[in-house]
């Protein structure tokens, strides 16, 4: 094993986006959670990581949901949680109007566009349960969504300032909004903290880690891996899975 401690993003990094994850690919993440940590990072909620990746993820995997502001043991007890409050999630879906004013999409429901997750308000452009092939067409290169908060920097500047609040891109289609500076690579440090784990014995695995990705704040925390889909991943680990 070249590491001790896995983490690992969730769309497209160990499943398809919003899928669930592959038998073969669920047998490999198995073996591995039996020879060193395995902590999955997703802007997902809890329900939608542990529905994707099986019953056998409790007890065998830890879970930084929604960007890692509710962590989750591997037992799946609470290890912490950061709410927002009213006025965050009031400010919050304020923004979220004015970026659907600057990209109007035709959606197939307007009442599934925002998503109040408690640490996390997501928005999803087309919907957060609308067809897989659909969301994946809409900005596969994130160009779209970087637009949208280029040109709205003076609003993503307020949200900062005075609500405490950041945005990343995420998923395929989203927005996510939470507490400024709680970000994936915030959070992957602060398990390894809590865990007294050696940051050199730590790996990050993600497709988006490159600049404007919602992988890219991990990077300078730990090592990182990039990888193109999920069918890179599995083929990294399973390269020394087998010896
Ligand atoms: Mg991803």
């Known amino acids: 094993m070249p ?28 073996d591995m959670s039996r020879q060193a940590d395995v902590v999955v990072v997703s802007g997902s ?26 962590a989750f043991d591997k037992d799946r007890s609470l290890l912490w949680e950061r709410l927002l ?11 979220v109007a004015l970026a ?29 349960h609308a067809d897989i092939d659909l969301k994946e067409k809409f900005d596969p290169d994130f160009s779209k969504r970087r637009a949208v908060l280029a040109d709205l920097h ?11 609040l950041e945005i990343t891109i995420g998923g395929t289609t989203n927005l996510d909004i939470y507490l400024k500076g709680m970000n994936k690579g915030h959070n992957t440090g602060e398990l ?12 990050y695995i993600g497709d988006a880690l490159f600049p404007g990705g ?16 999920y069918h890179e991943t599995y083929a990294y680990l399973t390269s020394f899975l087998a010896t």
């Open 214 to 229: 919602n992988d890219e704040t991990v990077v300078g925390v730990i090592a990182t891996r990039p990888v193109k889909d």
């Open 192 to 203: 390894i903290a809590l865990r007294g784990w050696q940051k050199e014995e730590c790996i």
């Open 3 to 30: 590491y001790k401690h896995f983490f690992f993003d969730l769309d497209n990094t160990l499943t398809r986006s919003k899928s669930p994850i592959l038998p073969e690919h669920e047998q490999i993440l198995l």
């Open 85 to 95: 409050s009213p006025s965050q999630k009031e400010a919050a879906t304020k923004f």
């Open 154 to 164: 003076d609003e993503v500047a307020l949200l900062e300032s005075e609500h405490g």
């Open 45 to 70: 909620s809890e329900k939608n990581i542990w529905g994707r990746l099986t019953d056998l993820s409790k007890g065998n995997y830890y879970s930084l949901t929604q960007n890692g502001n509710r």
């Open 100 to 128: 659907r004013k600057h990209t109007p999409t035709v959606v197939p429901d307007e009442n599934d566009l925002l998503e109040d997750r408690g640490c996390q308000m997501a928005f999803s452009f087309i919907g957060q």
